[in-house]
């Protein structure tokens, strides 16, 4: 049965982990006595997070690789397998929060954000998995969004991403039960990180939801990134299919499914708000 129970001497690599949910996982994993193995595209963060965590004593390693490049991701993965010769928890976490009306968001930042939130994560899976295959144990925990199990208005391509990664993830735990492998898909609701500062917002005239106003939305009524952390290590242990942290999450899930009509008013009254 998957479910790693005990952290201790695991090698957990983690994606996107210069800030926010990622560098908070990688601390909750370097407490439990695993040896994170981070990568960020900014090297300057990760090398940040390094430094944190071996400040505490334990053992770690970082990379500097962006998920959306395949060779990259498959670099990354060599490093960690030649350093230490297993991977036992792979956290694909790397993301990107660019959002608009999708009548007026360009293609290329579509195309941009399904590179990064969804071939990031099946570049990981696809560079891992032969390791834990031939183990015949581990686990996979692809960052999906509470925008993956609800639309959110106005972030259509990043929802179609996250929907993606939240049906991907579901056969990838089916198939790969019998490798003794578990496989997650987290679903955070609003965290206060720097997702939305650092993100790219395509507007029309006249929208009341700015980036900055986003932006000072997600710093006070945020959930903090560890709060997150929390749901992964506790989504691991007991082989969770989906972990959604955060009751805004758990509520529009649970009215969708049990009434489609409700939500979608829901979500007309979002839209009229957010336009
Ligand atoms: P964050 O911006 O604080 O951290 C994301 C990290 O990913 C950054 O350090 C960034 O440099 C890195 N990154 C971006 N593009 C990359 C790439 N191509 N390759 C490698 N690294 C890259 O944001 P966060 O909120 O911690 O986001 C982490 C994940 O959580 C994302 O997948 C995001 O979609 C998801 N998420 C966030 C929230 C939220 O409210 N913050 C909610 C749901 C889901």
Same mark, same amino acid.
């Given at each position: 049965m998957p479910g790693i129970k005990n952290f201790k001497g695991k090698v957990a690599?983690?994606?996107?982990?210069g800030s926010g949910i990622g560098r908070a996982t990688a601390h909750a994993f370097a407490k439990e006595g695993a040896i994170p193995v981070i990568a960020d595209i900014h090297e300057e963060r990760i090398e940040n997070v390094e430094k944190e965590?071996?400040?505490?004593?334990?053992?770690?390693?970082?990379?500097?690789?962006?998920?959306?490049?395949?060779?990259?991701?498959e670099a990354f993965s060599k490093f960690v397998l030649d350093r230490y010769g297993r991977v036992d928890i792979l956290h694909n976490n790397a993301g990107i929060g660019w959002g608009g009306p999708l009548e007026v968001f360009p293609?290329?930042?579509?195309?941009?954000?399904?590179?990064?939130?969804?071939?990031g994560v099946i570049y990981g899976v696809q560079s891992f998995l032969p390791r834990m295959i031939e183990q015949k144990s581990g686990h996979i925990v692809n960052? &999906? =969004?509470?925008?993956?199990?609800? /639309?959110?208005?106005?972030l259509g391509a990043?929802? &179609? =991403?996250?929907?993606?990664?939240? /049906?991907?993830?579901e056969v990838?735990?089916?198939?790969?039960?019998r490798h003794n492998i578990g496989v997650t898909a987290v679903c955070p609701g609003i965290i206060n990180t720097n997702i939305v500062k650092d993100g790219k917002a395509t507007l029309i005239e006249g929208a009341s939801?700015?980036?900055e106003k986003m932006t000072a939305f997600y710093k006070r009524f945020g959930w903090p990134p560890e709060r997150v952390a929390k749901g992964v290590l506790k989504g691991i242990r007991k082989n969770r299919a989906i972990v959604p942290v955060g009751p805004e999450v758990w509520i529009l899930w649970y009215i969708k499914r049990f009434s489609i009509t409700l939500a979608d008013l829901i979500n007309s009254i979002f839209a009229r708000m957010a336009l």
């Open positions: 690599v983690i994606t996107g982990a965590i071996k400040a505490l004593g334990v053992e770690v390693s970082s990379m500097v690789a962006d998920v959306s490049d395949r060779a990259q991701v293609l290329e930042d579509f195309q941009k954000v399904m590179e990064v939130n969804f071939w960052t &999906a =969004s509470g925008a993956g199990l609800n /639309g959110v208005i106005p990043y929802s &179609a =991403s996250k929907f993606a990664i939240v /049906g991907y993830t990838l735990r089916a198939e790969l039960r939801a700015d980036q």
